[in-house]
């Protein structure tokens, strides 16, 4: 395909490019028309016309599946960087004035949102009162990710279990959760008298863990015991638990229903147990973000003007 001279873009080649991010990460034509709610014919109509357009094959297609081309991962790199200029350009512009405006992207770990201490509710209404033209786009991730796309600029805060502490974040610190062992119905431990639960058998039974590089309290707990699986959310970790099959630490909290409810039991307090902190993590820009620098203000003035350190 003969190479041509890219000159002006186009709000349609926008369009086409978005269609080419998501083939991307989505793997394919079908996933992509799924994703994007419209027809597998439109998306490669979308993407032929971005080939001829550029004069370049992006990707190949067909029964061996779907794979970049060489210049596929150089035009999918450039996008991914255009786009985020073109949302930082617009998020800047709209943080001009003297009302917040544009979209501030949240990201929470799993049971935050529902967790009443992290007052996630009161927050959210003080917010749009205050930032009406606000839109707030929140999701669901895993630490790690949060934290990386805090310092990439993808997202704005993130409401995380304060496992470490990063260069170049910045954390306000919520709560601290005390974290204990727990196992469920059918474990042998369940049934057993608190006495006769030692440290030695705790340290063989097997355990399920975050899977995440953690603090020096986390690490010292987890150092001699049999590190038998990893999840980092604590739904899916609750639902292996409840196998009988595992032990695992929870923070007090999360499990309580299901203590109070005899589905687990916690066990091992005075041998084994370490804090865990609740915290907001963002990261100062150079540009301004109204939107985010309210957001702050929001969280502190609901926290009682939170500034403190985590306990570790």
């Known amino acids: 395909m003969k190479k041509l001279s890219l000159g002006q873009i186009s709000d349609y080649e926008i369009k086409q490019l978005k269609v080419f991010k998501t083939v991307v990460e989505c793997g394919g034509f079908s996933a992509a028309a799924a994703e994007l709610n419209i027809s597998r014919p439109t998306v490669s109509n979308h993407i032929a016309s971005l080939e001829s357009r550029l004069g370049m094959t992006l990707c190949k297609r067909g029964r061996s599946g779907f794979i970049l081309s060489a ?3 150089v035009v999918y790199e450039q996008t991914n960087l255009l786009l985020d200029q073109m949302d930082q350009f617009r998020n800047t512009i709209n943080n001009l004035g ?11 770990s799993d049971t935050f949102s529902t967790d009443q201490r992290c007052k996630i509710p009161e927050i959210y209404s003080k917010f749009c009162k205050l930032a009406p033209n606000v839109t707030l786009k929140v999701e669901v991730e895993h630490m790690s990710d949060m934290e990386r796309q805090i310092l990439n600029d993808q997202l704005d805060l993130a409401f995380i ?11 306000i610190h919520l709560f601290t959760d005390n974290n204990y062992l727990h196992c469920g119905q059918g474990h042998p431990f369940f049934d057993l008298d608190e006495d006769d639960i030692s440290i030695d ?3 063989k039974a097997k355990l ?17 015991m ?18 009988g099959e595992y032990i695992c630490f929870l923070p007090e909290e999360v ?8 589905q687990l039991r916690v066990f091992g307090r005075d041998k084994k147990h370490f804090a865990l902190g609740a915290a907001v993590i963002f990261k100062h820009n150079h540009k301004p973000n109204r939107a985010k620098e309210l957001f702050i203000r929001v969280i502190q003035d609901c926290f009682s003007g939170a500034v403190m350190q985590a306990p570790y």
């Open 255 to 262: 499990a309580r229903p299901y203590v109070e409810g005899g």
């Open 161 to 171: 279990p304060y496992h470490r502490k990063l260069e170049g974040l910045h954390y």
């Open 208 to 224: 399920i863990h975050a899977g995440l590089q953690p603090h020096e309290e986390i690490y010292q707990n987890l150092s001699q």
């Open 71 to 73: 210049e596929g991962s």
């Open 98 to 108: 003297d009302s917040p405006n544009g979209v501030l992207r949240i990201a929470l």
């Open 201 to 203: 058998i705790i340290n």
């Open 226 to 243: 049999n590190l038998s699986g990893s999840s980092y959310h604590y739904e899916s970790r609750i639902g292996l638990i409840l196998s």
